[in-house]
C-alpha cells in the first residue's frame, strides 16, 4: 500500500526520540478507534486501538490518548525506531446511514533520522 | 502474512473495461470490509458485508458492486472503468462488525491502474 505520492502531513523525529501523532475525529459519537500503520507496499496494519469510555490506552512502545471533549486522539510511540517510518491512520468507527462504518483520517508520514 | 487474501496484486486495464478483485478473509472472519486508496485521497470506506449479507455502504460508485459468497469471499467488480479509478483496493476481514475486540486485519491490496 504505498502512500507515496500523498500530500501527507509529515513527522521527523530522530531516532530514540519519542512520537507523538495527532488525529482529529468528526464524530462525538464515535465510539471506537483505531490506529494503524502503514508501510510502503503493504497494507495497513494495527497498532492499537480505544474504545470511547476509555481515555488512555497502553501497548508495547505506543500508548493511545483520546479527548473526548475536543475530539481528538494521539499516537505516542516511545523510543522510535527506524522500523516506525511509516504512513499512520487514526480511524473511528462512526454511526452513519443507519450502520457502523470505520472511517480513516487523511494520515501522517513519520520519518525516522537514524 | 495478515490472513487476508487479495488477488490480483496488480492489474493494468483501459478505460471502460471491466474488472473484478477478489478477498479471501481470514479464517473465522464473517465480516469483509472494502477500501479505495487513491493517491489524494487516503482510505475511503466503500463496502461492508457480513456473512453474506450487505451491511454498510460508504462512497462506493454505481459503477462498482460487490458481494460476499456462502464461504465468505468477496468479490469487488468495478465497471466502465475511468481513469479516476486507478488506485489501490483493499479488503479487509474482522470476526463480527467492528467494536470491540474485533480489529480489521487489511489484505496487501489490488493495485489498479487504468490507462
Known amino acids: 500500500g504505498e502512500s507515496v505520492g500523498l500530500h501527507l502531513p509529515t513527522l521527523s523525529v530522530q531516532e530514540g526520540d519519542n512520537s507523538i501523532i495527532n488525529c482529529a475525529y468528526s464524530n462525538s459519537a464515535s465510539d471506537y478507534f483505531i490506529w494503524y500503520k502503514q508501510e510502503s507496499g503493504k497494507g495497513p496494519q494495527f497498532i492499537i486501538d480505544i474504545r470511547s469510555n476509555m481515555d488512555k490506552r497502553q501497548g508495547q512502545r505506543v500508548t493511545v490518548l483520546l479527548n473526548k471533549t475536543v475530539k481528538h486522539l494521539s499516537l505516542q510511540i516511545a523510543a522510535t525506531q527506524p522500523g516506525d517510518s511509516a504512513v499512520y491512520f487514526c480511524?473511528?468507527?462512526?454511526?452513519?446511514?443507519?450502520?457502523?462504518?470505520?472511517?480513516f483520517g487523511s494520515g501522517t508520514r513519520l520519518l525516522v533520522r537514524p | 502474512d495478515s490472513g487476508v487474501t487479495q488477488t490480483p496484486k496488480h492489474l493494468i486495464t483501459a478505460t471502460g473495461q471491466r474488472v473484478t478483485l477478489r478477498c479471501s478473509p481470514r479464517s473465522g472472519d464473517l465480516s469483509v470490509y472494502w477500501y479505495q486508496q487513491s493517491l489524494d485521497q487516503g482510505l475511503q470506506f466503500l463496502i461492508q458485508?457480513?456473512?453474506?449479507?450487505?451491511?454498510a455502504k460508504g462512497n462506493i460508485l454505481e459503477r462498482f458492486s460487490a458481494q460476499q459468497f456462502p464461504d465468505l469471499h468477496s468479490e469487488l467488480n468495478l465497471s466502465s472503468l475511468e481513469l479516476g479509478d486507478s488506485a489501490l483496493y483493499f479488503c479487509g476481514s474482522s470476526p463480527e462488525p467492528i467494536g470491540g475486540a474485533n480489529v480489521l486485519t487489511f489484505g496487501a491490496g489490488s493495485r489498479l491502474t487504468v490507462l
Open positions: 458485508y457480513y456473512n453474506g449479507e450487505e451491511r
Open positions: 480511524a473511528e468507527n462512526m454511526w452513519v446511514d443507519s450502520s457502523y462504518k470505520l472511517i
